[in-house]
């Protein structure tokens, strides 16, 4: 019987889980489903078919060769760090390996030993990057197909909340990992504009944002993700005048975090000194200049961010409570991991919130003459805290590759793959929209 490995039962693995333990039967496959917490991993497979669950620790060297040699297919929801263990372990073995995360540096260094072992390792096979990736070139593959030239392509996707769920004024609710939304941004954007490449660095990130209309459910704030730069070759657009990726959030979230970026609280390197018996209140105190004018510390907030102290920006700061004498509670605590206790309270998803996926493409391509806009946007709502649009938007993509994988209809050679060529996303598209993904497409003349 073949098998798939799964490493890690965190938050985006409940629709991969439910996903795979459906189609075990019928495609004659085992699911093992590994995790440092064995608890967990039980909890996600409880009643479902087809499933088995192991205690996993991807450092214990002997256990995790023992489990991939006697796997077909490795998928891994682990931190992108630790990917270049398995990846290196497929290779030996033979075996093939997929993971939402971007290719990182120590996996591109095994690509020629992939290659010799005819293992296919898979990257960026998730939402963004991944269900992205894979829109956008059918839309581009069409598109040059038929003779058109693209001068502009826009991206933008974010996981946010759902209208019926929105309750608090950012608009926000954490359904992913926690870490990586305090963290979004921090690597210095690049793009392209004008035919000239741009970079905004951290600090204007969230102030150099752009409003991005989807229809029935925007605006957005936009703001530019990491590097797009690179995806010109990718995707095959050599020469394109415009190319942006990136991310959106609810209009107004942008400005309010850019005063947590320019107090310093998003720093994941600082340790701070017995901030275990600090408030919140020290803790931004101790970020402000000795100068900073206002009689409270909400006015010496504002004051250092050029913001009006009653405006919207600093009020959804002070719901946070990160200006109140809350205790921090954490010993040698960075501000970044100050502020994500705080946060990961305040945008808890309530036992009956929904999550919502959003993602937007926008291509100005000329046809015979005639210049033309198309838009392809989609959004998925989740159904509860557990089963959310993001689980699914991410899981989905990477068990469905992983089946198309075990059945031979993802055929290719060794080596290391994102989803940009027709092998792969033409059957993971089609198998998305019977699930219920599927994007709208709306065109017209400018």
């Excluded at 023992?66 to 931190?79: G, H």
């Excluded at 690049?190 to 605006?219: A, L, M, N």
């Excluded at 991310?247 to 320019?262: D, E, H, K, M, S």
Aim: aromatic share 8%.
């Amino acid at each position: 019987m073949k098998r798939i490995f799964l490493a890690g039962a965190g938050r985006s693995s409940s629709a991969l889980i439910d996903y795979l333990s459906s189609k075990s039967s019928s495609n004659g496959f085992l699911v093992v489903v590994g995790d440092s917490s064995l608890e967990l991993a039980r909890a996600k497979c409880v009643g479902k078919p087809g499933l088995e669950c192991i205690h996993f620790n991807v450092n214990d060297t002997a256990a995790r060769e023992s489990i991939i040699s006697q796997s077909d297919v490795i998928i891994s929801l682990l931190p992108p760090d630790m990917h270049h263990l398995l990846v290196a372990d497929c290779i030996t073995f033979g075996k093939h390996f997929l993971s939402a995360s971007y290719v990182s540096q120590k996996v591109s260094e095994l690509q020629q030993l992939a290659v010799d072992s005819g293992s296919i390792v898979i990257s960026e096979c998730g939402l963004d990057p991944g269900i992205d990736h894979m829109s956008a070139m059918e839309i581009i593959d069409r598109l040059t197909n038929h003779g058109s030239i693209i001068e502009s392509f826009r991206s933008y996707t974010g996981g946010l909340v759902a209208p019926e769920s929105n309750d608090n004024p950012w608009g926000y609710k954490i359904s992913w990992n926690p870490k990586n939304v305090i963290l979004a941004g921090q690597s210095t954007a690049s793009f392209i504009s004008d035919g000239k490449q741009r970079h905004i660095p951290y600090s204007r990130i969230f102030s150099d944002i752009v409003q991005i209309d989807v229809e029935g459910i925007g605006p957005f704030d936009g703001y530019a993700n990491r590097d797009s730069v690179s995806y010109e070759s990718i995707y095959g657009l050599n020469g394109i005048p415009n190319l942006i990726r990136g991310t959106l959030r609810q209009r107004g979230y942008c400005r309010a975090w850019n005063v947590f970026v320019t107090l310093g609280l998003t720093d994941d390197h600082l340790r701070i000194k017995n901030s275990d018996s600090m408030t919140y209140a020290e803790l931004v105190s101790s970020f402000l200049p000795s100068k900073c004018k206002g009689e409270t510390l909400r006015d010496q907030v504002a004051f250092l961010c050029g913001l009006p102290a009653d405006g919207e920006a600093i009020s959804m700061v002070a719901w946070t409570g990160v200006l109140d004498d809350e205790p921090i509670g954490i010993t040698n605590a960075t501000p970044a991991q100050a502020l994500q206790k705080l946060l990961e309270q305040k945008w808890s998803l309530k036992s009956d919130d929904k999550d919502m996926i959003v993602m937007f493409h926008e291509f100005v391509y000329e046809l015979d003459g005639v210049r033309e806009r198309l838009t392809s946007s989609l959004v998925v709502k989740g159904q509860d805290p557990i089963q959310t649009a993001m689980a699914k938007t991410v899981g989905l993509p990477l068990g469905i590759t992983a089946l198309k994988i075990l059945d031979d209809t993802i055929q290719l050679g060794g080596g290391i793959y994102i989803p940009v060529i027709k092998e792969i996303y033409i059957p993971v598209l089609k198998e998305l929209k019977a699930q219920g993904i599927e994007f709208i497409e709306k065109s017209d003349r400018l």
